[in-house]
C-alpha cells in the first residue's frame, strides 16, 4: 500500500520530457518533489507562475513565493511570473499536457468531482473546472476509500461534478488504473496490495486481464 508520498513518486513516473504540468491542491503538488533525473517540465501554477521548483526546506522559505494552494514554494532558473488572466489564457488554450488533480470521486467514465461536499464550506472551486475541460491528459491521485472504508471510484459520481468523461488515469495507494472506455481497467498493484483487494473495493466496473504487476517506485 502507496502512502502520499509513495503515490506522487508514481505518478512522477508518467512526466515526459518538455511537459508543460499544472500540479492540483494536496497529493499532486508533492510530485515536484519526484521529477526523474534527466528530464526537464515546466510546472504552472493558476495564480500566475512558470516553473514551480520541489519544495522548499526552512531556510530556503520565501513567503511572497507560494502556489495556487498558497504553499511555499521555489522557483527553477528562468521561471516567469506573470497575472492569473494569462495563467487562465494557458490552461483555455490548451498549453498544458499534464495536469494531476486529487479527487473525492471518479466514476468508471471518467467523471471527477473534486472541489464540493454539500454543506460543507468551501472557497470555490478555483482552476479545477478549467484545468479539467482543457488539459491534455489529466491523472488523478486519491485514496481507494472513504474514511468508513466506502469505494471512491464509483459507477457514477454522488457529488457535484467537476468535469466529465476527463480522467485518463488514477493512482491510489492502492494502485494504478486506465480509464478507458470499458471502465476502470487495473494496470499496476501498490507494494503489498492483491487483486482481490483492489476488487473488493472498487465499485465502478473494475477490469482485471492477466497477470497484474507490483509498482516500481525507484
Same mark, same amino acid.
Given at each position: 500500500m502507496l502512502d502520499k508520498y509513495g503515490i506522487a513518486k508514481r505518478i512522477a513516473k508518467e512526466l515526459k520530457d518538455g511537459f508543460y504540468v499544472n500540479l492540483g491542491i494536496g497529493i499532486p503538488t508533492l510530485v515536484? &518533489?519526484?521529477?526523474? /533525473?534527466?528530464? /526537464? #517540465?515546466? *510546472?504552472? !501554477?493558476? &495564480? %500566475? @507562475?512558470?516553473?514551480? %521548483?520541489?519544495?522548499?526546506? /526552512?531556510?530556503?522559505?520565501?513567503?511572497? @513565493?507560494?502556489n495556487a494552494g498558497k504553499q511555499? +514554494?521555489?522557483?527553477?532558473?528562468? !521561471?516567469?511570473?506573470?497575472?492569473?488572466? =494569462? !495563467?487562465? %489564457? =494557458? +490552461?483555455?488554450?490548451?498549453? #498544458?499536457? @499534464?495536469?494531476? *488533480?486529487?479527487a473525492m470521486e471518479v466514476s468508471e467514465n471518467g467523471d471527477i468531482a473534486n472541489w464540493k461536499i454539500p454543506g460543507k464550506m468551501v472557497k470555490g472551486m478555483g482552476g479545477a473546472m478549467d484545468l479539467v475541460a482543457s488539459a491534455s491528459?489529466?491523472?488523478?491521485? =486519491?485514496?481507494?476509500?472513504?474514511?468508513? %472504508?466506502?469505494?471512491?471510484?464509483?459507477?457514477?459520481?454522488?457529488l457535484p461534478i467537476t468535469g466529465l468523461r476527463c480522467v485518463d488515469k488514477i493512482v491510489t495507494d492502492l494502485c494504478l488504473i486506465d480509464v478507458t472506455e470499458r471502465g476502470f481497467e487495473l494496470r499496476e498493484l501498490a507494494p503489498g496490495v492483491t487483486v482481490e483487494e483492489v476488487i473488493a473495493k472498487t465499485e465502478g466496473r473494475l477490469i482485471v486481464e492477466g497477470d497484474i504487476p507490483e509498482m516500481v517506485l525507484d
Amino acid at each position: 500500500m502507496l502512502d502520499k508520498y509513495g503515490i506522487a513518486k508514481r505518478i512522477a513516473k508518467e512526466l515526459k520530457d518538455g511537459f508543460y504540468v499544472n500540479l492540483g491542491i494536496g497529493i499532486p503538488t508533492l510530485v515536484a &518533489n519526484y521529477v526523474p /533525473e534527466g528530464i /526537464e #517540465v515546466i *510546472l504552472q !501554477s493558476e &495564480n %500566475g @507562475l512558470l516553473g514551480i %521548483g520541489p519544495f522548499p526546506t /526552512e531556510d530556503e522559505v520565501n513567503a511572497d @513565493l507560494i502556489n495556487a494552494g498558497k504553499q511555499t +514554494i521555489t522557483t527553477t532558473t528562468g !521561471s516567469s511570473f506573470f497575472d492569473s488572466a =494569462m !495563467s487562465f %489564457g =494557458m +490552461i483555455r488554450a490548451g498549453k #498544458v499536457d @499534464l495536469t494531476v *488533480l486529487g479527487a473525492m470521486e471518479v466514476s468508471e467514465n471518467g467523471d471527477i468531482a473534486n472541489w464540493k461536499i454539500p454543506g460543507k464550506m468551501v472557497k470555490g472551486m478555483g482552476g479545477a473546472m478549467d484545468l479539467v475541460a482543457s488539459a491534455s491528459y489529466i491523472i488523478v491521485a =486519491m485514496q481507494h476509500t472513504s474514511r468508513d %472504508g466506502a469505494s471512491k471510484l464509483l459507477k457514477k459520481c454522488t457529488l457535484p461534478i467537476t468535469g466529465l468523461r476527463c480522467v485518463d488515469k488514477i493512482v491510489t495507494d492502492l494502485c494504478l488504473i486506465d480509464v478507458t472506455e470499458r471502465g476502470f481497467e487495473l494496470r499496476e498493484l501498490a507494494p503489498g496490495v492483491t487483486v482481490e483487494e483492489v476488487i473488493a473495493k472498487t465499485e465502478g466496473r473494475l477490469i482485471v486481464e492477466g497477470d497484474i504487476p507490483e509498482m516500481v517506485l525507484d
